[in-house]
């Protein structure tokens, strides 16, 4: 798997996202991955560019993102 930046892996999630989920998993690490790689703690998402944005969205969205790994916040 090619070493992603972290704005790259965020916009494959944004693109699985809007996509169905498809490999949702796959992106999720590739995610975990790169916020490893870039020291950061904590993966931030923009609620405008959710499928979802409305609050339960994002509580499902950060805990099947903390099952896997990633800490997941919003901004606005």
């Known amino acids: 798997m090619n070493d992603l930046t972290l704005s790259q892996a965020i ?3 944004y693109a699985s996202l809007n996509n169905n989920n498809e ?3 796959l992106h999720i690490a590739a995610l975990k991955g790169a916020m490893a790689r870039e020291g950061v703690k904590e993966a931030v998402f923009e ?3 959710l499928a979802q944005s409305n609050r339960q969205g994002r509580k499902i969205m950060q805990s ?3 099952k896997r790994g ?3 916040a919003f901004s606005a």
């Open 11 to 13: 916009d494959n999630i």
């Open 23 to 25: 490999e949702i998993d």
């Open 47 to 49: 609620t405008a560019k």
């Open 64 to 66: 099947y993102f903390k």
């Open 70 to 72: 990633v800490a997941v």
